[in-house]
């Protein structure tokens, strides 16, 4: 077993929590996995996790290796990658996590010309609309709308991003449409739950930004969930434009309050602060800078 693939199985099991999960994000099987993290464990005289029938979790031990090996990896790829930059071509993976709704349109758009220019460049991009844990599950890039909270992550703006608030002509037909923010409370809104506080939405008024109190009889984790509710009359759902666009230009939708948008929230790609760049990563998020 070569040091490097099996310091490459232990991260990936350890981001899993799965050998299963672990080995198939890496295209081996579950034996071959299980077989390298034994014998990396051997190698360094020390239990690197504590296994039961239904989880796996890092030792103490486990952890502290986890810490120290990601750095490691990362650095022997971007060694690896600086001599294949140096062949003027980008090879190797890249594991991106990005939102669901974003990420399977506006973002495959901008991924494709990358990889038709580096064809030896494989990107496995996972959509969830929940901040995953970028290091711990195993990821190079992360896509992600709003601000960041996370010292220890770098981030680097793509593009800004207007947030609105959308109802469909037959609710307001029903309902009446509001005039003002504070009237939303008599109306029944659809809340985005991976938003920061999804119970008030922020508007501009008179210059100031305002927070008004929202509740009503649908949540999701999905913007794309909201925004095709709203659509289809049952309230009122506040949504990145991209989502709503669609049905905004097919007259399912109709904007409310575009006077008083708070202010554009960013979209950014996020990397953490200790990882040296691999070649390939630097070119993507320089592609994705200029695509957008």
Same mark, same amino acid.
């Given at each position: *077993?070569?040091?490097?693939?099996?310091?490459?199985?232990?991260?990936?099991?350890?981001?899993?929590?799965?050998?299963?999960?672990?080995?198939?994000?890496?295209?081996? #099987?579950?034996?071959?996995?299980? =077989?390298?993290?034994?014998? %990396? &464990?051997?190698?360094?005289?020390?239990?690197?996790?504590?296994?039961?029938?239904?989880?796996?979790?890092?030792? &103490?031990?486990?952890?502290?290796?986890?810490?120290?090996?990601?750095?490691?990896?990362?650095?022997?790829?971007?060694?690896?990658?600086?001599?294949?930059?140096?062949?003027? @071509?980008?090879?190797?993976?890249?594991?991106?996590?990005?939102?669901?709704?974003?990420?399977?349109?506006?973002?495959?758009?901008?991924?494709?010309?990358?990889?038709?220019?580096?064809?030896?460049?494989? /990107?496995?991009?996972?959509?969830?609309?929940? !901040? /995953?844990?970028?290091?711990?599950?195993?990821?190079?890039?992360?896509?992600?709308?709003?601000?960041?909270?996370?010292?220890? %992550?770098?981030?680097? =703006?793509?593009?800004? *991003?207007?947030?609105?608030?959308?109802?469909?002509? @037959?609710?307001? %037909?029903? #309902?009446?449409?509001?005039?003002?923010?504070?009237?939303?409370?008599? !109306?029944?809104?659809?809340?985005?739950?991976?938003?920061?506080? $999804?119970?008030?939405?922020?508007?501009?008024?008179?210059?100031?930004? =305002?927070?008004? &109190?929202?509740?009503?009889?649908?949540?999701?984790?999905?913007?794309?969930?909201?925004?095709? *509710?709203?659509?289809?009359?049952?309230?009122?759902?506040?949504? $990145?434009?991209?989502?709503?666009?669609?049905?905004? =230009? #097919?007259?399912?939708?109709?904007?409310?309050?575009?006077?008083?948008?708070?202010? @554009?929230?960013?979209?950014?790609? /996020?990397?953490?602060?200790?990882?040296?760049?691999?070649?390939?990563?630097?070119?993507? /998020?320089? !592609?994705?800078?200029?695509?957008?």
């Amino acid at each position: *077993m070569d040091t490097i693939d099996g310091m490459r199985v232990f991260l990936a099991v350890a981001g899993q929590k799965s050998f299963t999960t672990g080995a198939k994000r890496l295209g081996i #099987n579950t034996n071959l996995a299980s =077989k390298y993290v034994r014998q %990396l &464990e051997k190698r360094l005289g020390a239990q690197l996790f504590n296994r039961t029938t239904r989880s796996v979790t890092l030792t &103490e031990t486990g952890r502290a290796y986890f810490e120290r090996c990601a750095s490691l990896v990362d650095q022997f790829d971007e060694l690896e990658g600086l001599v294949k930059e140096q062949q003027s @071509e980008l090879a190797g993976p890249i594991r991106i996590t990005a939102p669901t709704g974003f990420g399977s349109s506006h973002f495959v758009n901008a991924l494709r010309p990358f990889q038709l220019a580096h064809p030896k460049v494989s /990107i496995d991009l996972h959509l969830s609309d929940q !901040h /995953i844990a970028i290091v711990e599950g195993g990821f190079d890039l992360a896509i992600r709308f709003g601000q960041l909270k996370d010292s220890t %992550l770098i981030a680097r =703006k793509l593009l800004n *991003m207007r947030f609105v608030v959308v109802a469909s002509p @037959e609710y307001l %037909l029903r #309902n009446g449409e509001p005039v003002h923010p504070n009237a939303l409370s008599t !109306h029944n809104c659809l809340l985005q739950l991976a938003s920061a506080d $999804p119970h008030h939405w922020e508007f501009c008024i008179e210059g100031q930004l =305002k927070k008004f &109190e929202v509740g009503g009889s649908f949540q999701a984790d999905s913007p794309r969930a909201v925004a095709h *509710m709203a659509a289809g009359g049952l309230g009122i759902g506040r949504c $990145p434009y991209y989502v709503v666009e669609p049905f905004l =230009k #097919n007259g399912e939708l109709k904007l409310l309050f575009e006077d008083k948008e708070a202010d @554009e929230f960013s979209l950014y790609a /996020i990397y953490p602060s200790n990882r040296h760049l691999t070649a390939r990563i630097r070119a993507l /998020i320089d !592609h994705l800078v200029e695509f957008f």
